[in-house]
């Protein structure tokens, strides 16, 4: 990598980071617990939950049902379903009982309590849930307390966080997406607080690669990964590593310009992606106002007022170019994000 450029693939366009950054101005991410966990569980349940729930937090589209009568979709559905299976049996997420998990009860879960889709994928989840169980078990008693007590408090360097995740399968990503996401939720909740926050990046998955590289935050400089990405056909493995690497890079730059974290751009970010910036379905490539609000978490996570438009409208290359609406995240099977 040679300045802000990934060879002749992609790009990070400093311009375009610094015009998006424009549109964040006032923008703030409500801070509150957003399960609120540890009203409703114990400590160590609640950090069970969070944990084998980011273990399978991946490739969520399409997953949809129904938690105690209320409609979810996506990983929400997943969250929702998991901690409402920990509220009736506590025991159904221990370590012990998921290294001993069938398929066939892994996918009961998704009709427990009401309609559900099944994920796509389940036995590679089932292997990532036993995995993680019993190396949970065999290196910190079964607890991820331990766990993070072992980190001091350091998401960061030899011994932190994302070092020690990394040795579950589940958590492997070379950019440690779950991690982060884990870092980040269990922060939010109140269940843990990192001494080094400064060390918290997005997590780059599918929606902040999409929102990144429609607003042009990342430029794609070679014509035939254009193509891959317009057509969506599977992009190779260092296409891949290169447009997740650049978009990283560009949300660093973006939080250099917009003055907030990371952390907030996460949120911020993947809740843009999630409604106003679809594969299918852009709000800005509709006619009139987002027909959306309603169902919007956009509105729920943030501050922002909408007014039927993304918050990026007017800035973002795909909202005054429709070529760049063309564009959506690398087509791959993986169990990163």
Known sequence: MMGLSWGKLVSVSESACSRIATKLVGMEVKMEPPAGLLERLGRELALNVLFFFMAINHDTRGLAGVVCGRYHRGSDFLFQLMLKLAEEDPCLLEPASLKELTLDEFLSWFSKFGEGSLPRRPAERVELLREAATKLLEQYGGEVSTLLEACGGRLAGPGGLRERLAAFRAFSDPLAKKTMVFAILARLEGLWEPVDPENITVGVDYHLQRVALRTGMVEVR???????????????????????????????????????????????????????????????????????????????????????YCPLDGACRGSMDPEFLKLAEPKVITYYY
Request: hydrophobic share 35%; with cysteine.
């Open 222 to 308: 070679d014509p035939r990964l254009r193509e891959k990405l317009v057509m969506r056909r599977f992009v190779s493995s260092s296409e891949h590593r290169a447009i997740r690497s650049a978009c990283l890079m560009a949300f660093s730059l973006l939080s250099e310009f917009s003055k907030l974290s990371q952390l907030e751009l996460d949120q911020i970010f993947w809740h843009i992606g999630r409604n106003c910036c679809q594969v299918r379905s852009p709000c800005c490539a509709q006619e009139g106002p987002c027909w959306k609000p309603t169902e919007c978490t956009l509105i729920k996570a943030t501050n922002y007022e909408c007014r039927g």
